[in-house]
């Protein structure tokens, strides 16, 4: 299996344009996650699906932010519009059974927003 | 929900010495203890984990060790090598339903530099 992938890894964007991040994850795996990491909040939860319905999105920022997993090999996090301060790692990362049995990261997308 | 405090933030040391990294929780329903290593650029991934049903749990060079009565967890590094250094991340998590969250609640990180 080539793990959880997800594009673009770079993501250079002008603040006001919309961004949108992508996500394969591993096949047979029923949970994924979307996590946002910076320096300062370290790893934050902002939504998980489970079968492809979203469970918890207490952690999206704002309305800016909005996620979809439109069937079990694609999800997508969207930023609209963008601003500086969502500059950050995104990762995404999927498990077979929730947490209890550990994450596959994905490779993470770095975002700029200048 | 879940607390879950790391510490040292930073932790320097020099090669072939030992590393400790402790992590604290709050839920006493958690009962799944994950850790994970994130070399700088890359994506975390999980190293070792360790369920309350045991105290240790032993993988060549790495250990992890768990009190469930102090509520707290801790990692364990002998023989450091330069290939050790990056950051390492705490989790906790419970069994889902009334047993707590099963979605983990990760520490804050700890970045561990070995000198050569």
């Known amino acids: 299996d080539a793990g959880v992938i997800q594009s673009p890894r770079h993501e250079v964007t002008e603040m006001g344009q919309e961004v949108t991040l992508r996500c394969k994850p591993i096949s047979g795996h029923d949970y994924l996650f979307w996590y946002r990491q910076t320096m300062m909040r370290g790893l934050e939860l902002l939504i998980y699906?489970?079968?492809?319905?979203?469970?918890?999105d207490s952690g999206m920022p704002e309305d800016r932010f909005s996620a979809k997993m439109p069937n079990a090999s694609f999800s997508t996090l969207k930023i609209q519009p963008s601003e500086p301060r969502d500059s950050a790692v995104y990762f995404c990362?999927?498990?077979?059974?929730?947490?209890?049995?550990?994450?596959?990261f994905g490779s993470g997308t770095r975002l700029t927003v200048v | 929900g879940e607390n879950v405090e790391q510490h040292p933030s930073t932790l320097s040391v020099q090669e072939g010495d030992s590393a400790v990294i402790k992590c604290t929780y709050s839920d006493s329903a958690s009962n799944y203890f994950p850790w994970y290593k994130q070399e700088l650029g890359k994506r975390p991934q999980l190293i070792i984990d360790?369920?309350?049903?045991?105290g240790e749990k032993k993988d060549q060079r790495i250990a992890v060790t768990l009190n469930k009565t102090a509520k707290h967890f801790s990692l364990h590094i002998t023989e450091t090598q330069p290939e050790d250094s990056a950051v390492y991340f705490c989790?906790?998590?419970?069994?889902?339903?009334?047993?707590?969250?099963?979605?983990?609640?990760f520490g804050r990180g700890t970045s561990l530099i070995v000198h050569p």
């Open positions: 989790a906790a998590s419970g069994g889902g339903g009334s047993g707590g969250s099963y979605i983990p609640t």
């Open positions: 699906f489970n079968n492809n319905v979203p469970i918890d």
């Open positions: 360790i369920r309350s049903n045991v």
């Open positions: 990362a999927s498990s077979p059974t929730g947490g209890i049995y550990g994450y596959t």
